[in-house]
């Protein structure tokens, strides 16, 4: 912060404050977005991280497709809709998408 005093004409003197503009660096790209070194850190975490939770997902997709046809109607869930999880990019998560799929058919039996 900086201050200095104004003389005017008119002999007042006048205290004025300068305040320097704090999204001054803004412009400044290391300001903006993460760093490099982050961002490579981000990319490798999670490239190191994604085969365990493929094996989880897959594992979870395996006792889902062992159940009965009792126990899956139980859920709401169908083979088929087990065989469709398995067509699915290898980057999502199936089990999210057969919860929607049985919150989608919960709802529509509701209504």
Known sequence: MLSFKDSSEDGDN??????PFIGLAADRRSHTSPSRPFRLLAAATSALLW?????????????????SECERRDIGVTAFDIENTLALPVDRDPTDVLARIVDDRRRRRES
């Open 14 to 19: 006048t205290m004025t404050t300068l305040v």
């Open 51 to 67: 085969l365990p939770r493929f094996w989880k997902a897959r594992r979870d997709l395996a006792v889902l497709a062992g159940m």
